[in-house]
């Protein structure tokens, strides 16, 4: 399908269906991330992908969103300031919108790929980064319309 088409066709899924997704898919589906164009290409950010009962479900006890249980696998984009870029002129520090850029590509890839996908917000980050100590030095904010 052409890009336009692909970008108005996704929407935020609110039902998945439980079963595996090929490592061949999950692998493709990192590679849009990690491939996103990042202010002067910093890269500050980091991609996790859960699959097991055991990661997801101490990502579940972080979120109300318990919808999202049967997905297969669940992504967490956390970004990092201290190496971002930073605008000269005002210090804006472009992390969340690299991490945000990121996701987009994610889910793209994902719904091209004919899976569904959907942007959590809600979510209790302190938690999270004590379940997964390897994400203390990432920031997962939460995004305002």
């Not at 589906?29 to 950010?45: H, K, M, R, S």
């Not at 101490?58 to 967490?76: N, R, W």
Request: hydrophobic share 45%; proline share 5%.
């Amino acid at each position: 399908m052409d890009f336009l088409t692909l970008a108005k066709d996704r929407y935020s899924a609110r039902k998945f269906v439980s079963g595996e997704v090929p490592q061949e898919d999950i692998d493709k589906i990192i590679e849009a991330g990690l491939c996103a164009p990042t202010a002067v290409n910093y890269q500050p950010f980091k991609i996790w992908a859960f699959e097991s009962a055991e990661a997801k479900a101490k990502l579940l006890s972080c979120t109300k969103m318990k919808f999202i249980e049967p997905a297969p696998v669940i992504f967490a984009i956390g970004s990092k300031a201290d190496i971002a870029w930073v605008r000269p002129y005002d210090q804006k520090n472009f992390a969340d919108i690299d991490a945000a850029i990121v996701t987009t590509q994610m889910m793209l890839a994902i719904h091209d790929l004919g899976y569904g996908s959907t942007w959590i917000g809600h979510f209790d980050a302190v938690s999270l980064k004590k379940l997964f100590p390897e994400m203390e030095d990432y920031e997962f904010r939460r995004r305002h319309g």
